[in-house]
C-alpha cells in the first residue's frame, strides 16, 4: 500500500481531487476518511469535502457499510478508455519507426493547436546530425512544412482570420514574409496533396509534409512529415519518400477511429 500524499498547499482544488483519485486508486482495498486523512496529511473537513466531491461525480462509491469508498464504474471506465488511448499512440510511435527505418531521416506527427503546429510524436534518426524537436514543441504555422499543410486545407474563412492576426516572422533568408507568396504556395500544396519547407525554419534543414486524414473524410487531422539536414537529404531526394509517407500516413489514419 502506498503512503504517497498529495501536497495540499501547492495544488488547485481541481488537481487535488485529481491527486485524491490518483491515491485511491493505488490502494489494495476501499478507503474511509480515517484512512484518507492518515493517507494524506489532510485535515478531516478537507478530506471529507473531496470525498464527498468525487462521490457526487460519480468518481467514487461507497461500500455498502457506508464508510469505506471505493472506485465507481465511471473511473474504471475512464482508466480503460486511458490504455486504450496508449495502446494506440503505441501503434502511432511504432508507424514512426518504422517508417524512419525505411527512410533513414527524423519523421514526426503534428497537430495545429491554436495559430502554433504542435508535435505529438517523432522518431529521431540514428545519425548525429540532426535537430531534436521533442513532443510538445510548438514550430510556427507559416514556415513549417506541417504548418503550411494545414493552412492549406483550412477553410478559406478560418485560414483568412487565423493569417489576419498572425505576424509572418522571418527566420531564415527562405521564410515566407508575404501573404501573397504564402497565399500561393497554400494553392500549390492543394494541388500537389503535400508541403515543403525548403529551409524556411531553420537554415540547412529540409522537410516534406503530407496530411494524416480522419477516415472516409477530406478533414485533416494531423500532419506527418520526414525532416532532414539539406547536407545529408536535399529537398528534391526527400520528395522522393512522398510514397513511403503516404502509405505511412495511410496507417496512421486507421488508428484515429
Not at 70 to 76: D, F, K, N, Q, S
Request: glycine share 8%; proline share 6%; charged share 20%.
Amino acid at each position: 500500500m502506498t503512503t504517497a500524499t498529495p501536497a495540499e498547499s501547492d495544488s488547485s482544488p481541481g488537481l487535488r481531487l485529481m491527486e485524491l483519485l490518483d491515491l485511491l486508486a493505488r490502494q489494495d482495498t476501499p478507503q474511509a476518511l480515517p484512512d484518507v486523512v492518515a493517507l494524506t496529511g489532510w485535515p478531516k473537513p478537507t478530506a471529507h469535502r473531496m470525498l464527498t466531491q468525487l462521490e457526487a461525480g460519480g468518481w467514487l462509491v461507497r461500500e455498502p457499510d457506508g464508510r469505506h469508498f471505493a472506485l465507481a464504474p465511471r473511473l474504471l471506465r475512464l482508466s480503460e478508455a486511458a490504455l486504450s488511448s496508449s495502446t494506440l499512440q503505441g501503434v502511432r510511435h511504432a508507424v514512426l519507426r518504422q517508417l524512419v527505418s525505411e527512410v533513414g531521416e527524423s519523421c514526426n506527427l503534428t497537430a495545429m493547436s491554436g495559430a502554433d503546429v504542435v508535435y505529438l510524436d517523432r522518431v529521431e534518426s540514428a545519425f548525429p546530425l540532426r535537430l531534436e524537436l521533442r513532443p510538445g514543441t510548438r514550430v510556427p504555422v507559416h514556415c513549417s512544412a506541417s504548418g503550411k499543410l494545414f493552412l492549406a486545407w483550412m477553410g478559406a474563412r478560418q485560414r483568412n482570420a487565423l493569417l489576419d492576426g498572425l505576424t509572418l516572422t522571418r527566420y531564415t533568408a527562405g521564410t515566407l514574409t508575404e501573404r501573397e507568396a504564402l497565399e500561393a504556395e497554400l494553392e500549390t500544396i492543394r494541388r500537389d496533396g503535400h508541403a515543403v519547407d525548403a529551409e524556411e525554419f531553420v537554415e540547412g534543414l529540409v522537410c516534406v509534409a503530407v496530411p494524416v486524414f480522419a477516415p472516409g473524410q477530406r478533414t485533416v487531422r494531423c500532419a506527418l512529415a520526414l525532416q532532414a539536414p539539406a547536407a545529408r537529404m536535399g529537398l528534391a531526394q526527400a520528395r522522393l519518400q512522398l510514397p513511403r509517407l503516404q502509405a505511412a500516413a495511410q496507417a496512421l489514419a486507421r488508428t484515429l477511429g
